[in-house]
């Protein structure tokens, strides 16, 4: 009987799979301890063992003490090469072992869903990417089927694709409540793709004339929270109620941490942080606590298969601003806190200014690789000490 040999490589589908079904095995990045540090997988809290390829020939004897032999080895690598060739190795070896194709470059890309259920009347379907941790949404009247999309990025314009079309919904809108610098946006493309308006409100390209987004029942409007720095949340609500259902807050407020101060473009980092101070104080004091928060970053440890990530007002409230802060204590502890800026993200800044420019000649390998490393957007403490 001729045997057929089994394939090495998997999808990053199944890994995903793998993960949420809870099935027992070890998940081996090859990469270098600077790649690894740099950015590795932490959706739902798995965290890869570090072998680097190199050293299952320098340290053979580590293999067998740091991975047991009865367990399933998936393996990643930067592009899905280091990984298929450690895969080889460990099969000789008697392993179970498989690379997942394409490595961090196609798991930059892999996209799940979740439903937040705040009103029967909408559907809002949150788009996550699980490694990067950036977030969008399609929401959407379940009585018109009218549907916009909020904060979509490129690498996630095939799942708002497939989405809106399996749910059967008209795209009446894409919005775009800020100018990310951690990913290249989706807006213009889905705009085109979709031939639906592309409402824009950021600091870097406001639009000249903001108009209310109705969606059977509820409306999207943006607000503007400083004139100087023009920083927008997007209120989601119905006419004629006092109080929001909901409000995108772009980069400007997530569930587990405060933003980075040095996006809201006022003139040194000082001003930067007095200025969030300011915004986040007018957030907690004027929308009502039970107000959902709809974010657009994450932090991918935290996404979980079906849950979605959400938080009240009053929750992240608790969280950050009680007891409230001086404005010099939350100063010093952004400052002391913040993190690198997002890997490339001044070119990234730059394609999302022209995105017309650019878009159409880039290779989305190439993309993926620029978007590659954290998302760097959010300061995950829960307040300052």
Known sequence: MLSIEEPLE?????????????????LLDVRTPWEYDAWSINYAGVEPLLLPVQDLFSQPEAVFERIPLNKEVLIVCAHGNRSLFAAQILTSLGY????????????????????????????????????????GYILASR???????????????????EETKRLGLRVVAVVETHRPLDHISGGHKLSETLKAPLYTFSTLQPAPNP???????????????????????????????????AVFTGDLLFTDGYARPDTLGAANLEEQAKALYQLYD?????????????????TPQNIRKG?????????????????????????????????QKPANHELIAQINTNPQKYLPIADERQLRDIESGQNNMIIRKHRPP
Not at 96 to 110: E, F, Q, T, Y
Not at 143 to 157: C, F, K, M, N, R
Not at 216 to 228: E, F, M, R
């Open 211 to 245: 108009e209310t987004i109705r969606l059977g029942s509820y409306t999207l409007q943006p607000v503007t929270l400083n004139q100087h720095l023009n920083y927008t949340i997007l209120v989601l609500s119905k006419p004629g109620s006092k109080t929001p259902t």
């Open 307 to 339: 849950n979605p990530i959400q938080a009240t007002l009053g929750e992240i409230k608790s969280r950050l601003w009680s007891p409230k802060p001086r404005p010099d204590e939350l100063l010093d502890f952004l400052l002391k806190h913040l993190p």
């Open 10 to 26: 998997v999808g990053p589908e199944t890994l995903k799979h793998k993960i949420d079904s809870g099935e027992e095995f070890v």
């Open 96 to 135: 179970r072992a498989k690379s997942v194709r394409g490595g961090m470059n196609i798991l930059n890309a892999l996209c799940d869903t979740a439903e937040i259920h705040i009103d029967s009347e909408l559907l809002i379907l949150q788009i996550r990417r699980i490694v990067k941790g950036c977030v």
């Open 282 to 298: 007018w957030l907690f004091e004027n929308i009502p606590a039970d107000t959902v928060v709809l974010p657009s970053h994450c």
């Open 143 to 161: 009585e018109t089927g009218e549907a916009a999309i909020v904060d979509p990025q490129h690498l996630a314009h095939t799942s708002c694709l």
